[in-house]
Structures are given as structure tokens and as C-alpha cells.
């Protein structure tokens, strides 16, 4: 069993520590998110843990790209994701009491 977590770790470290610009930018990307770097959730101690974590979620992030004028998600539809804006302009609108859409934000 010892031998088999050993392996798994050392996977891990060398997948982690081969880095073309694709998986770069991923980890960049999801070492900014607050709870992932979160002292609560991953201390000192658990370094391996986060690198896991942080490895295996990059290689699940998956590139997809829209149309202009396509939604991204709908209010009351459910998501399994999280979006990360990589290039170009997202527009976030509702819609009113009256049905008219109004822009709250780009991003």
C-alpha cells in the first residue's frame, strides 16, 4: 500500500513539474483562487496535497470557446463548471420587471 502512494506522489510531482504554456497558465490560473492557497484548507504540511489538487484540476480544465452573441450560462440553469474568461468580452445582463435586458457588467 506504501508503495503504491509513494508512486502516485512521485507521478504527480513530475506530471506537476512539466509545465508547457497550456498547463502553466491552468496552474497560474488556479493558484489565484483564495480557498485553493487557503492556510485552513491546505497548511505547510499538506504542500503534496495542494500540488495534487491543483495538478489534477489542471489537467481537467477544458477549452471552449463561444460565439459572440451566445450565452454562457441561464439564470436557473444548473453548472458543473467554472469559468475562467481567457480572451475576449463577456457581457452580464438581466432582465427586468419589464423583460428588458440590461448590461450590469463586462468582464
Not at 18 to 46: A, C, H, M, V
Request: contains cysteine.
Amino acid at each position: 500500500m506504501e508503495l503504491a502512494r509513494d508512486f502516485i506522489c512521485i507521478l504527480n510531482e513530475q506530471s506537476y513539474n512539466y509545465l508547457d504554456s497550456i498547463k502553466f497558465y491552468k496552474i497560474k490560473i488556479l493558484e489565484q483562487i483564495k480557498w485553493i492557497n487557503s492556510p485552513d484548507i491546505f497548511g505547510e504540511s499538506e504542500s503534496t496535497r495542494l500540488k495534487i489538487l491543483i495538478n489534477l484540476i489542471s489537467f481537467s480544465l477544458k477549452e471552449k470557446s463561444f460565439l459572440v452573441g451566445n450565452n454562457l450560462i441561464t439564470e436557473g440553469e444548473q453548472s458543473d463548471s467554472i469559468i475562467f474568461i481567457i480572451e475576449g468580452k463577456v457581457d452580464i445582463t438581466i432582465k427586468d420587471h419589464e423583460d428588458q435586458i440590461q448590461k450590469i457588467d463586462s468582464l
